[in-house]
């Protein structure tokens, strides 16, 4: 529950605060924003005029939501019937204007996004998503139900994400580009459909993987993408030929849950 200290010290008397909420120490509610029964603001995040946060949403600290975004709204979703479904947005997070971020379809089920991410404007984020941690998506960015986007990973602007489809660790995404199978992690992928055009030796450098391990993603790079072996093939051998490694052996992890495929590599002739 607010007090009536926090309400006079950060909560613009033109916005529409439930009662019903938890509200943080700290927080800023801006003019005209509505936060509904059950949502829990996390300490010294600031809501921005004409924001929307309703559902069961839970926001950590020291995140900003700017003007006009909608967070915890009921999903897009033909499958929804009402259900109590979850929104959850870790520490430090920015969500830029006109973002939406949509509650889960199914009872008990959620949408999460995680720590110290950056949605720009207009991004949108759908029903049962799971978002890591440190992860950028640029303006218009859409990623649809069920996608999994791994920590450190980013989306370029414009760029279209299908249903159920997984974006890797530390993989990059080509503005525009229209993603229905898998991106591999470390990877860079452009297109429509997307196709792996190179490694993400940039965000690789900026994680902080040290040079062996670096060198290690190159080779199963080398092998996945230039060895002509199908994926099983291609697995077999970086497990055989490869070093063990936390970055190697998420890959395998990774490519072995590849349901949906992965984006393969982009031909010259293409």
Known sequence: MHTEQEIAGGIHPSAIVSPKAHIGKNVTIEPFAVIGDNVTIGDGTIVGPHVVIKGWT???QDC???QGASIGEVPQDLKFKG???YTYIGDRTSIRECATVHRATGEGEETRIGNDCLLMAYTHVAHNCVVGNNVIMSNAAMIAGHVV?????VIGGMAGVHQFVKIGRNA????????????VPYTIVDGRPAKAVGLNTV?????GIAPESRRRIKQAYRILYRSGLS???AIAV????IGACDEVDHVLRFLRNAERGICRVRHEAE
């Open 231 to 233: 994926l099983p093939q």
């Open 83 to 85: 259900e109590k479904s």
């Open 172 to 183: 990059m995404v080509g503005g525009a580009s229209k993603l229905v199978q898998d991106v």
């Open 203 to 207: 965000g690789i450098s900026r994680a």
């Open 149 to 153: 986007v791994e920590d450190r990973a």
């Open 238 to 241: 970086i497990e055989q030929e």
């Open 64 to 66: 900003h939501f700017y």
């Open 58 to 60: 839970t926001i950590g």
